[in-house]
């Protein structure tokens, strides 16, 4: 099983900037983490010491000894490109559509990655983009808004023909022993040649620093396809507060059908481990996630062509503040990330100088009914990326 970070793919750009990509999260990854800072909790309540208990955090810049080194973008596409089977096929040749609905379940299950308790990935920038391949699937994400941080992400795959369109931003909060990240926004996997389109949201983050330290997805996943009339409902447990790890990473919900709330099948297990589903009427159990599978022998991507990068691509942006955790040279982290905060914040004061607003390059941004924001790919496909990740 592949490590956390284990494997590096480094390139200098003719431009002369660095793009430094790192392995994705997998199982087990948390304990080849060898880059964190030595006394952590007492560092970390150092770093909180002045914020009000309930404070909104998105605004909060973490220095690069809390960072790892990857964006937040690279993180939501990761959970999109890098998995260890076909999840996503499996969802559009299913032929009923309960099979389907039960493959959307664990395809859903299959973005849920291990989190690192110390560390978390870089704010993206306004602008930042990360676009990767993988065979026929191709992945765009663009940082569509800084405050709120929204993240846009479009995927296609003409193949088997699928689109993904993802609208998220976390609110995280902190609440004197802990902070809580609530990630608002809409998930649909699109169907096409099924006429399906289903939406999702996400789990809650919840990082405890006392009485003991984790890092937990917790909550409810709503799961629904009007097409088909059916709805899931996920809940996600972590650790207690004591640190009790019975429930710890446990999922258990079911499916049902909308119109009248009848329960189909019982879903339950790990999503670290497997996550069964049990059929009402008989009784038989089948599993339909299994992480070892899903999150292990993950690869890293590399770049197929240097020239076709953008300036705008995650691991572009902050290449040389990662080279900098990766290589525990703190002062070029610190020096390289205040260089690429400074430039942002003028780049704002430029644009409101001269009243102007920023408007996305990929993607129109627009508010939702629920008062909250939403997206719309401006592309009816994502072209090939550069980055690819090896089949």
Same mark, same amino acid.
């Given at each position: 099983?592949?490590?956390?970070?284990?494997?590096?793919?480094?390139?200098?750009?003719?431009?002369?900037?660095?793009?430094?990509?790192?392995?994705?999260?997998?199982?087990?990854?948390?304990s080849?983490?060898?880059?964190?800072?030595?006394?952590?909790?007492?560092?970390?309540?150092?770093?909180?010491?002045?914020?009000?208990?309930?404070?909104?955090?998105?605004?909060?810049?973490?220095?690069?000894?809390?960072?790892?080194?990857?964006?937040?973008?690279?993180?939501?596409?990761?959970?999109?490109?890098?998995?260890?089977?076909?999840?996503?096929?499996?969802?559009?040749?299913?032929?009923?559509?309960?099979?389907?609905?039960?493959?959307?379940?664990?395809?859903?299950?299959?973005?849920?990655?291990?989190?690192?308790?110390?560390?978390?990935?870089?704010?993206?920038?306004?602008?930042?983009?990360?676009?990767?391949?993988?065979?026929?699937?191709?992945?765009?994400?663009?940082?569509?808004?800084?405050?709120?941080?929204v993240?846009?992400?479009?995927?296609?795959?003409?193949?088997?023909?699928?689109?993904?369109?993802?609208?998220?931003y976390?609110? &995280? !909060?902190?609440?004197?022993? $802990?902070?809580? @990240?609530? /990630?608002? %926004?809409?998930?649909q996997?699109?169907?096409?040649?099924?006429?399906?389109?289903?939406?999702?949201?996400?789990?809650?983050?919840?990082?405890?620093?006392?009485?003991?330290?984790?890092?937990?997805?917790?909550?409810?996943?709503?799961?629904?396809?009007?097409?088909?009339?059916?709805?899931?409902?996920?809940?996600?447990?972590?650790?207690?507060f004591?640190?009790?790890?019975s429930?710890?990473?446990?999922?258990?919900?079911?499916?049902?059908?909308?119109?009248?709330?009848?329960?189909?099948?019982?879903?339950?297990?790990?999503?670290?481990r497997?996550?069964?589903?049990?059929?009402?009427?008989n009784?038989?159990?089948?599993?339909?996630?299994?992480a070892?599978?899903?999150?292990?022998?993950?690869k890293?991507?590399?770049v197929?062509? &240097? !020239?076709?990068?953008?300036? $705008?691509?995650? @691991?572009? /942006?902050? %290449?040389?503040?990662?080279?900098?955790?990766m290589?525990?040279?703190?002062?070029?982290?610190?020096?390289?990330?205040?260089?690429?905060?400074?430039?942002?914040?003028?780049?704002?004061?430029?644009?409101?100088?001269?009243?102007?607003?920023?408007?996305?390059?990929?993607?129109?941004l627009?508010?939702?009914?629920e008062?909250?924001?939403?997206?719309?790919?401006?592309?009816?496909?994502v072209p090939?990326?550069?980055?690819?990740?090896?089949?």
């Amino acid at each position: 099983m592949e490590h956390l970070f284990s494997t590096i793919f480094s390139l200098q750009l003719v431009s002369g900037e660095t793009i430094l990509l790192t392995a994705p999260m997998s199982l087990d990854g948390e304990s080849d983490v060898t880059y964190r800072a030595p006394n952590l909790i007492r560092r970390i309540v150092g770093l909180f010491k002045t914020v009000r208990p309930g404070s909104d955090l998105t605004r909060f810049q973490l220095p690069p000894l809390f960072n790892m080194p990857k964006s937040q973008l690279q993180c939501y596409g990761e959970t999109v490109y890098c998995v260890g089977i076909d999840m996503l096929s499996r969802c559009s040749k299913a032929e009923s559509s309960l099979e389907r609905f039960a493959s959307v379940v664990a395809w859903s299950i299959s973005t849920t990655r291990p989190l690192i308790f110390g560390v978390a990935p870089f704010n993206p920038i306004l602008g930042e983009t990360h676009h990767v391949s993988k065979g026929t699937l191709n992945i765009l994400l663009e940082q569509v808004s800084h405050h709120p941080p929204v993240s846009a992400l479009h995927a296609t795959d003409e193949k088997e023909n699928i689109e993904m369109i993802w609208c998220q931003y976390p609110v &995280p !909060k902190f609440y004197g022993a $802990s902070v809580e @990240a609530e /990630v608002h %926004g809409n998930r649909q996997l699109r169907l096409l040649k099924r006429g399906e389109n289903y939406e999702m949201n996400s789990p809650r983050l919840l990082i405890r620093f006392l009485p003991v330290s984790s890092a937990d997805w917790v909550g409810t996943v709503r799961i629904r396809c009007q097409q088909t009339g059916l709805e899931a409902e996920l809940c996600y447990r972590g650790s207690s507060f004591l640190g009790r790890r019975s429930n710890y990473r446990s999922i258990k919900g079911k499916i049902f059908e909308s119109s009248s709330s009848k329960t189909i099948y019982e879903i339950d297990g790990h999503w670290d481990r497997t996550v069964s589903m049990k059929d009402i009427n008989n009784g038989k159990l089948s599993i339909i996630y299994n992480a070892k599978e899903v999150l292990s022998g993950l690869k890293t991507p590399t770049v197929k062509d &240097p !020239k076709g990068v953008w300036p $705008s691509e995650s @691991a572009v /942006v902050w %290449g040389e503040v990662s080279q900098g955790i990766m290589n525990k040279d703190w002062e070029k982290a610190k020096s390289a990330k205040t260089a690429i905060e400074e430039k942002e914040r003028e780049g704002l004061r430029e644009r409101k100088s001269r009243g102007e607003t920023w408007v996305p390059k990929h993607f129109k941004l627009f508010s939702s009914k629920e008062g909250g924001w939403d997206c719309l790919p401006i592309q009816d496909l994502v072209p090939a990326a550069p980055i690819v990740l090896p089949l």
